[in-house]
């Protein structure tokens, strides 16, 4: 009985002493190969590849190698719709875009673009760089599959037109490429031109056909896409910001140890601010780019444009008005604005 025992006592230590050899080379094997990241989105050679780039530079040495950052401009994981369902179901890990392409996932992405908020490119970044803010505003999509990662300003809100807009007045019966957010195809109707939504892909040659007369955009992206070859009017209207969003796969995300969270998110937060002054850079080169390559620049009178502004300004507390949630993070962000002026 006793040396049964003592026989049995060591089996069972020898086991459990075992087992670590065992598993050992499996973790050791799991933690050499790295995590795949696919990043995708619908733009080349601007401030949404450029980010792509510094995050892949940041994500991967801060985690030294543990995740491989691929990234795919220009599309190349599909159109706008199918990479964001993608990046929800876990098939694409990242998507980087403008948020207003995703208010069918949460309405209140589209809050960003509220018309007569900030002065300048500077304003917005300090505004949508807040701790609070930023916060709020990653949250946004968790119940639907994403993760909020950066925010960061594109540049000014622009048009891009077949025929030259030299005033105000000259909107009328222009039918514009909007991105589909109430808070963008209100604009429109504030100077009587009509918006249409249609994804970038279908842009150019809508305003090489004819189907419309126009874009709202902003001149780096339009530049970059060389739209100066279908339409080389630009108008500065200065009245509303674009900027872009990253979102993860909540599904991928979560499957990551919390060490890994942790430098997803850091690598989304240092990207989003040390993009910044290259979105600066890059909207100077443009808009010298897009004058040298035959287009043309015009600014709205100051009379034109206060008047833009007052039309325009009232429009993201009307839209928001009618959720709660909406209203709530709208007036974070005013007041996230005012702080920052």
């Known amino acids: 009985m006793k040396t049964g025992s003592i026989t049995r006592r060591r089996f069972i230590v020898s086991s459990a002493s075992a087992i670590p050899l065992i598993a050992a080379p499996a ?30 530079r940041i994500l991967e040495a801060d985690t030294s190698g543990q995740i491989k950052v691929e990234i ?3 599309s190349q994981l599909g ?7 993608g990046t929800q179901f876990g098939s694409i890990q990242c998507f980087v875009g403008p948020p207003e392409f995703l208010v069918g996932v949460d309405s209140r992405f589209e809050v960003l673009g509220a018309p007569g908020l ?20 990653l949250a946004l999509g968790a119940n639907k599959g994403l993760k909020g990662v950066g925010i960061f300003v594109s540049g000014p809100t622009i048009f891009n037109t077949r025929t030259r807009i030299e005033k105000l ?6 039918k514009i490429r909007v991105l ?11 100077v009587k031109a009509t918006a249409v939504p249609m994804p970038l892909g279908e842009v150019l040659p809508a305003l090489q056909q004819g189907t419309i007369d126009g874009v709202m955009s902003v001149l780096s992206v339009l530049a970059a896409l060389r739209f100066y070859d279908a339409a080389k009017y630009v108008v500065e209207t200065d009245q509303a910001m674009v900027t872009v969003a990253s979102v993860v796969s909540k599904q991928w995300y979560d499957a990551l140890p919390p060490a890994l969270q942790m430098k997803v998110d850091e690598a989304g937060h240092k990207a989003s601010v040390e993009v910044f002054p290259w ?21 709205l009178s100051a009379e034109d444009r206060t008047e833009f502004v007052k039309r325009v300004r009232p429009i993201g507390a009307e839209v928001t008005a009618k959720k709660a949630p909406e209203r709530e993070l709208f007036e974070l962000l005013s007041k996230t604005a005012e702080a920052a002026a």
């Open 27 to 56: 973790i050791l094997s799991a933690q050499s190969t790295p995590l795949t990241m696919k990043v995708g989105t619908p733009t080349l050679n601007d401030v949404q590849h450029e980010w792509m780039k510094i995050f892949q």
């Open 279 to 299: 979105a600066v850079d890059f909207t100077t080169k443009q808009r010298a780019a897009w004058t040298a390559n035959g287009g043309v620049i015009t600014e």
């Open 118 to 137: 900030f002065k300048d490119m500077a304003h917005a970044n300090r505004a949508i760089q807040d701790a609070a803010f930023n916060k709020a505003f």
């Open 169 to 174: 007045g000259d909107f009328e019966g222009q």
């Open 180 to 190: 589909a957010s109430a808070i963008q195809t209100e604009q429109l109707k504030k």
């Open 72 to 74: 795919y401009p220009a």
């Open 79 to 85: 159109s706008i719709p199918r990479m964001i369902e």
